[in-house]
């Protein structure tokens, strides 16, 4: 009887083992099946970027996809240019105050008209966009200005464009490049390269400086790109251009040499674009051709559709080849600075006005904000059932409204069994059933016997 006995308790414990390790496997499969699609989910959300530590992010997942949440002052950062492949949504959100000092760690190779090839370095918000997307962002007050001993491209938002896609973005700022080397150039947007370029405006002081004198270097500047092939539609340029050049010169007011780089890109189209202001040069060569024009300096290789395009642009060329063209020209300049305070909807800087030649220009720039008085209750509930209150600007009476939650007395928090310890406890529970079914068959046959 005692073998019988022993027997249905084995019994009862494979039925139980087998029982749970079904219970516990299948409960993992589906737990493993909902992250697969949680991390798929993420991949497709923009994380969003609410402030300058965010942006520095960008650098550790360059592919990434990215929103901004803010208008985010950058002048707290150091900023190195980052290669950048992934896609940035401004949502209408502003960068204020990037200051760009050095070039990027990443180098390309660009090429002049003849294709001859150079190892090159980048400048910008970005130093390379390959297949980028930006879109809706803004740029205010950027400073972009190097000195480079290896050929260099500047401009705000990328040095160098593989295939890249920037629309309705905005920039505005200077950028000054000191040249000591053949192949380099600056622009408002995107210094070499090929892309689409969609409803985007650049205002800009452009300065190239070229300190190489023995040897003539491939100069290019543009508003929107300085060398490369683009389409360019319905974009704005106001331009002050400063080039000193003992080279070769090709500045134009939206591109400065429209050129194929060596790559079959199928978008050139460059139509619907105006011009605003000027380029001042000088073409410091015995072989001269001084290409500067209102909206490509020139053209090596022709757009598909070329229509629309007007402005007004002046080409300010000079002989002096020994005095450098620069924004401002007095010897000891002194300026008299004046703070602009924001308000509803402008953003503030401070101007600085030379008192000398009136050379003039802006930073440190502060984003538009409402003068708000105390928050106030309104008397409303939201449907979440939070006390809805309201604060109004004294100055143009824009109202914004908040909800507040009254807290509850603190509750004991819901305790949550791990998996792990739930087959556990259950386990034992079927256990303790199982020896006591054990226990009552075995005291039932005793009985009977
Ligand atoms: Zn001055
Ligand atoms: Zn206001």
Known sequence: MKKYGSKLTAVVLVLFLTAAVLFTTQTVAYAAEENVSAAETVSQEAVEISD?????????????????????????????????????????HTLYNLHVTKTGNDTRITKDGNLKVYET?????????????????NVVGAEISAESDTNCFAAILTGY????????????????LINHCINAGVAGIAGYGWGVFDECSADVELVFEDR????????????????????????????????????????GGVVGMYFHCGVRYPERDVL?????????????NWDRRAYCSWIIGERLSGCHIYTDNGGKFKRNETFNYKVVLLPETCEEPHYTETVTPPDCTNWGYTEHVCDGCGYHWT??????????????DTGRVSETGGKIQQRICKACQAT????????????????????????????????????AVTGTVLFLRKKRK
């Open 363 to 376: 930073d440190t720039y502060t984003p538009p904000h409402h003068d708000f008085g105390e928050w106030e």
């Open 52 to 92: 300058a530590q965010g942006m520095l992010a960008i650098a550790d997942a360059p592919e990434g996809n990215y929103r901004l949440t803010a208008d985010i002052d950058m002048s707290t950062l150091d900023w190195t240019p980052v290669a950048f492949s992934g896609t940035l949504d401004g949502a209408g």
């Open 161 to 176: 464009t593989d295939d890249s896609r920037f629309s309705n973005c905005k920039v505005q700022g200077r950028v000054h």
């Open 272 to 284: 619907g674009n105006r011009v605003k202001g000027q380029i001042t040069f000088f073409e410091d």
């Open 400 to 435: 914004e409204e908040t909800e507040v939650f009254v807290i509850m007395k603190p509750t004991e928090p819901r305790k949550e069994f791990p998996l792990g310890m739930a087959v556990a406890i259950g386990g034992a529970g079927f256990l303790v059933l199982a020896a």
């Open 212 to 251: 190489y004198r023995d040897a003539h270097c491939e100069e290019f500047m543009g508003g929107v790109l300085s060398c490369g092939m683009a389409t360019i539609r319905n974009c704005n340029v106001t331009i002050e251009g400063y080039d000193s050049c003992h080279g070769y010169v090709h500045n």
């Open 121 to 137: 370095k980048f400048v910008g918000l970005f130093s390379v966009a390959e297949k980028a997307n930006i879109h809706d962002l």
